[in-house]
């Protein structure tokens, strides 16, 4: 039998216990995911790198506050580094991480009980601009996510990016010292970066999970640098992504803009002596600490003082969670809650919506748009359909800590997530991970990866605006009892697949790379 086998055969008798233990589907547990971890991956050290970091300090009066970071994929990709421990490296960007790290930048995390260590990188406003604005956000973005803002290709950005990506490969590179690592790169920011840490240590096991869609190969190929982006991250033995499609557009762009070997039943690339695998794995969430987390009563205190703050008793409440982002789908959102007022109007009055709002690379010309777009979204609203009881639509503006945010989600009978493109967007697997209770609706945007899993959540595209304002109608007015077995059924699929099902599938995918690469079997 052989590893993976015997890796499955202990995840299905952890499988067991768990039913065993608790009521509701079998599921893969933290402790599961260490077991694997002892038997796979005993004498490697694991390095996780992104752009953003999963804790950040920043200066509260007098003290330093620690926030953590509400994004979907640091708060996934936290659970995972407190079971297995090891590097998380990232661009330190709060306003007093410098103050709290150590003579090598690294601080010890979580605050309360640390099981990993934290090393920041430190990057300038120039870096900045040019690397994450620039490339990153300002050609990647745009290219991938295909709703109609146009990329824009700059040399300089270019450079940038190759010279970041540069030294996130040099701090791994420290972090790993002559030790074995299996380093695993995450999203559209650090494409070149398997490349670089392959030169110095070509023994190292690099896999790169890219979070956004792949574009077809079309659209793909306009980019200037193509191939150098494409030579960054063959570089890695895996590259992930949410859905099939995607991974078959990345192998599709491969093959038209390279020189290589494209093995689409393997799922493999062949190019100078290296093999990549590209693996569909769809993330998911911590659905069993999140559940806790909405069931403690430092959540439900805090949601009985949000109701009261922002006046919502006796009416139902809707939520909608994203950075001010044009591929959000948010002034779509908000013109369908116009023609739901308007088409329903039993509704106004009875039915208020909180959007939070994540200010996001407001450099860019684009996303200060989307911001002054919400701003005059919920003033419209506001003025059209006042309610007695306070604003129909309260817009909150900022990054929340993501234990502030888990009372809004068991407060919410509607949840709204109404991408316009989105990879996966781990909001909507959040929203079903706080309510236990199975009150509540999801609208979900069929452009998105949770909808291939969700397929029970009220599915609808946000360009329609008759059909999202009935959506909203639908979910709002729905007979108790269906609502219940359609949010237990949503949960349920949560709960079967969670971020620990995700990192042993791909973890186990990068080991089993050196049995299945030629040469190495």
Known sequence: MSFADRARSALAR?????????????????????????????????????????????????????????????????????ALGGVWVAHGNGDADRQVVDAFDRVPCPPEHPRYSLRRIWLTREEHAGYYAGFANGALWPLCHIVYVRPRFRLEDWKSYQEVNRRFARVVLEEVGDEPA????????????????????PDLQVAMFWHIPWPNPE????????????????????????IQRHSTNF????????????????MAVDRDRQRTWVHA?????????????????EARRAEIEIRSELQLQDCKVGLGVDRLDYTKGIPERFEALDRLFEKYPEWQGRFAFIQVGVPSRIELKEYR??????????????????????????????????RELVPYYRLADLCAVTSLHDGMNLVAKEYLSASPDREGSLVLSPFTGAARELERASIVSPYDCEGLADAFHHALSEDPDSRKERMGALRETVLRRNIFDWTIELLDTIVRTRLRTPGME
């Open 182 to 201: 299996l380093v695993f790169l995450q999203d559209y920011h650090l494409a070149l970066a398997a490349k670089y840490i392959k030169e110095k240590r």
């Open 281 to 297: 794995a769809a993330i998911s969430v911590d659905a069993d600490e999140i559940a806790a987390m909405s069931e403690a009563p």
């Open 219 to 242: 659209v793909f190929r306009v980019l200037p640098w193509k191939h150098e982006l494409l030579e960054g991250m063959l570089a890695n033995d895996v590259i992930g992504f949410h």
């Open 251 to 266: 192998l599709d762009s491969v093959a038209e803009s390279m020189e290589a070997r494209v093995d689409f039943e393997r």
């Open 369 to 402: 748009n989307v911001q002054l777009a919400t701003r005059r979204w919920a003033e419209r609203l506001n003025n059209r359909y006042p309610r007695p009881m306070g604003p129909t639509v309260h817009l909150i503006e900022g990054n929340l800590d993501f």
């Open 14 to 82: 952890a499988a067991v216990r768990t039913q065993q233990r608790n009521e509701g589907p079998p599921r893969t547990t933290r402790a599961d995911l260490v077991e694997w971890a002892r038997a796979h991956l005993p004498d490697r050290k694991l390095v996780v790198v992104s752009n953003r970091e999963p804790y950040s300090h920043h200066h509260d009066g007098e003290r330093i506050r620690t926030v953590r970071n509400a994004g979907g994929l640091t708060v996934a990709l936290d659970a995972v580094m407190q």
